[in-house]
């Protein structure tokens, strides 16, 4: 799917938009679904999925890639950390080898 999105990006507007109408506005969420979206997933093959699934996927490889915290609730556009830490919260590794490392550092 994401060669078949390569290239379909458009500047416009300061915006960088992968889904513009002819004007090179933001295409409309239901034109999205029912014009791109749908026929991008039969053309490709992909069994079918909720567009706001790619939000999430975007979100959980960024996590995945070792991203931090920060840089994450920026890009998704979050308030707040925390409250990216509470839709994605347990996505991140557990890292008990590390803390017990800190913890024998700090109290030796």
């Known amino acids: 799917m ?3 999105l390569h290239g379909s990006a458009t500047t416009t507007h300061n915006h960088e938009i992968v889904f513009c109408n002819r004007k090179g506005n ?3 969420l239901s034109n999205i679904r029912s014009r791109c979206f ?3 997933l039969t053309e490709t093959g992909v069994a079918p999925f909720k567009f706001h699934a790619l939000r999430h996927y975007y979100a959980s490889m960024l996590i995945a890639s070792g991203e931090n915290l920060k840089e994450i ?3 998704m556009g ?3 950390a925390a409250f990216t830490l509470q839709i994605y919260g347990h996505l991140f590794p557990e890292d008990d ?3 017990a ?3 024998e ?3 030796g």
């Open 97 to 99: 080898k590390k803390r």
């Open 38 to 40: 749908k026929k991008l």
């Open 2 to 4: 994401g060669q078949v």
């Open 26 to 28: 933001p295409e409309s």
């Open 78 to 80: 979050h308030f707040d």
């Open 73 to 75: 609730q920026k890009v």
């Open 101 to 103: 490392e800190v913890a």
């Open 105 to 107: 550092s700090v109290f």
